[in-house]
Nanobody, 125 residues
Framework: QVQLVETGGGLVQAGGSLRLSCAAS?????????MGWFRQAPEKEREFVAA????????SYADSVKGRFTISKDNAKNTVYLQMNSLRPEDTAVYYC?????????????????WGQGTQVTISS
């Protein structure tokens, strides 16, 4: 069991940056979990953003964020980060972090076991 809490959302202008954090707590070691970031815009389906394996050795991004977003995982701090640069209005969404206990990166949300409550990111044009 793991609990996830996202922070770092907010309102920024297009072209700006934000760093989201997702802090994990629970009895199982954070290093046992691979992590992902997803987002959901109003009236749209939830979509994959980025994922990182348990050790951080494997990383994957959605095409829409590749080159602008960076996912990282600090097992010592029980935290996964999403650095978002060159933000666009279309990045506006609620961002969620998620965890699964399997190996490798996963793009499908239904393959994740635990979810945070989400943090709102709004990009103004």
């Amino acid at each position: 069991q793991v609990q996830l809490v996202e922070t770092g959302g907010g309102l920024v202008q297009a072209g700006g940056s934000l760093r989201l954090s997702c802090a994990a707590s629970g009895r199982t070691s954070f290093s046992s979990y691979a992590m992902g970031w997803f987002r959901q815009a109003p009236e749209k389906e939830r979509e994959f953003v980025a994922a990182i394996s348990q050790s951080g050795g494997s990383i994957s991004y959605a095409d829409s964020v590749k080159g602008r977003f960076t996912i990282s995982k600090d097992n010592a701090k029980n935290t996964v980060y999403l650095q978002m640069n060159s933000l666009r209005p279309e990045d506006t969404a609620v961002y969620y972090c998620a965890a699964h206990g399997g190996f490798g990166v996963r793009h499908r949300g239904d393959l994740y076991d635990y979810w945070g409550q989400g943090t709102q990111v709004t990009i103004s044009s």
